[in-house]
């Protein structure tokens, strides 16, 4: 079996590699860890998240892309070519086309950028695609048709908001508000309120058990272990879910008024359709608890969360890589 094509969504906080008839292959952290002398790739993904916050002086663990876009060329480099090789396996007769989805508000540059990398690291044909348009794909939203969809794609470094009709997006908005920030908001509040120090994963463990968007009837509460800011011992606490609540506020309310944005810039006919259909919630932050009930109650729509809502980028570079015809009209870049 020879893999012609590959559909990668190059997320901020996690790359996932769809192949045509196989389905997704590979769903890992985009985290890399190199050696600081000699710049050597020391892991790639799963290995180097394991590596987060306990490195020594001679290794930097790094997240490559920052709120969607590159922000180390080289780095990011070497961790497509490792996704890859991975995908193809031991055998490589020839090298593969790779299709890529980036944030919408992605700039010139930002695109040039991603395409020459993914060249570089072995692609034959490089595709750059628009997140909303293949999350929508991904969801199985008929986006061809006459009739408005809305979709939010809520990632780990950007949300991106697209009425989509025709094949393409009507009005849109992207803002660099996504799961990395949630967990940043969290780890500044327990260390506000509680005063203690914890990592960036640890953070995510909180949001992941009992983070909500809205105020929970039934709490829920964890146990969290980190170093007290006072003595630098390590101490125990337990954060409830309404602290996260409370924590990611403003990240919300920046998510909600991005949101009413691409409403308000929605054509009439357009906005009826959005009105009877509802918006549709993808990527892996959509998963937080009551974030669809938040966004129908501030903006009157009706909201629903996409089946495997973390893998809709992915199936949709998959759909559109098979159907390069069809999708020919919402490529970005191609080279």
Same mark, same amino acid.
């Given at each position: 079996?020879?893999?012609?094509?590959?559909? %990668?969504?190059? #997320?901020?906080?996690?790359?996932?590699?769809? =192949?045509?008839?196989? $389905?997704? /292959?590979?769903?890992?952290? !985009? @985290?890399?860890?190199?050696?600081?002398?000699?710049?050597?790739?020391?892991?790639?993904?799963?290995?180097?998240?394991?590596?987060?916050?306990?490195?020594?002086?001679?290794?930097?663990?790094?997240?490559?892309?920052?709120?969607?876009?590159?922000?180390?060329?080289?780095?990011?480099?070497?961790?497509?070519?490792?996704?890859?090789?991975?995908?193809?396996?031991?055998?490589?007769?020839?090298?593969?086309?790779?299709?890529?989805?980036?944030?919408?508000?992605?700039?010139?540059?930002?695109?040039?950028?991603?395409?020459?990398?993914?060249?570089?690291?072995?692609?034959?044909?490089?595709?750059?695609?628009?997140?909303?348009?293949?999350?929508?794909?991904?969801?199985?939203?008929?986006?061809?048709?006459?009739?408005?969809?809305?979709? %939010?794609?809520? #990632?780990?470094?950007?949300?991106?908001?697209? =009425?989509?009709?025709? $094949?393409? /997006?009507?009005?849109?908005? !992207? @803002?660099?508000?996504?799961?990395?920030?949630?967990?940043?908001?969290?780890?500044?509040?327990?260390?506000?309120?509680?005063?203690?120090?914890?990592?960036?994963?640890?953070?995510?463990?909180?949001?992941?058990?009992?983070?909500?968007?809205?105020?929970?009837?039934?709490?829920?509460?964890?146990?969290?272990?980190?170093?007290?800011?006072?003595?630098?011992?390590?101490?125990?606490?337990?954060?409830?879910?309404?602290?996260?609540?409370?924590?990611?506020?403003?990240?919300?309310?920046?998510?909600?008024?991005?949101?009413?944005?691409?409403?308000?810039?929605?054509?009439?006919?357009?906005?009826?359709?959005?009105?009877?259909?509802?918006?549709?919630?993808?990527?892996?932050?959509?998963?937080?608890?009551?974030?669809?009930?938040?966004?129908?109650?501030?903006?009157?729509?009706?909201?629903?969360?996409?089946?495997?809502?973390?893998?809709?980028?992915?199936?949709?570079?998959? @759909?559109?890589?098979?159907?390069?015809?069809?999708?020919?009209?919402?490529?970005?870049?191609?080279?």
């Amino acid at each position: 079996m020879f893999i012609k094509k590959i559909g %990668i969504d190059l #997320g901020t906080t996690n790359v996932r590699v769809y =192949v045509p008839k196989r $389905g997704i /292959i590979i769903y890992e952290p !985009s @985290v890399v860890a190199i050696s600081k002398g000699d710049r050597k790739v020391m892991a790639v993904g799963n290995p180097a998240k394991d590596m987060l916050g306990r490195t020594p002086e001679t290794i930097i663990a790094t997240r490559p892309l920052k709120d969607g876009v590159i922000a180390d060329y080289r780095t990011t480099e070497a961790m497509l070519r490792y996704f890859i090789n991975k995908a193809l396996g031991g055998v490589r007769l020839f090298r593969p086309e790779v299709m890529v989805a980036v944030p919408g508000g992605i700039n010139s540059t930002e695109r040039r950028a991603v395409i020459d990398a993914t060249i570089a690291a072995g692609a034959r044909a490089a595709y750059i695609i628009k997140e909303p348009i293949v999350a929508a794909i991904g969801a199985d939203i008929p986006i061809g048709s006459a009739s408005g969809s809305m979709i %939010i794609e809520i #990632g780990g470094g950007t949300s991106e908001i697209a =009425v989509l009709s025709l $094949g393409g /997006i009507v009005s849109s908005g !992207s @803002v660099r508000i996504g799961g990395n920030k949630f967990d940043a908001a969290i780890q500044e509040y327990v260390r506000r309120k509680y005063g203690l120090a914890v990592g960036e994963r640890t953070a995510e463990d909180i949001k992941i058990e009992v983070g909500s968007a809205l105020f929970l009837d039934k709490k829920m509460a964890m146990e969290v272990r980190g170093r007290d800011m006072v003595t630098g011992l390590p101490r125990i606490v337990t954060v409830a879910s309404d602290d996260v609540t409370e924590a990611i506020q403003h990240e919300l309310e920046g998510l909600v008024t991005a949101v009413k944005d691409v409403l308000h810039k929605t054509p009439p006919e357009l906005s009826a359709d959005v009105m009877d259909k509802g918006m549709i919630l993808s990527g892996g932050s959509a998963q937080l608890r009551n974030l669809d009930q938040l966004i129908a109650d501030a903006t009157g729509v009706p909201c629903y969360v996409a089946e495997e809502p973390a893998l809709c980028v992915a199936k949709g570079t998959g @759909v559109a890589l098979e159907n390069l015809e069809a999708y020919k009209r919402s490529l970005l870049a191609t080279r």
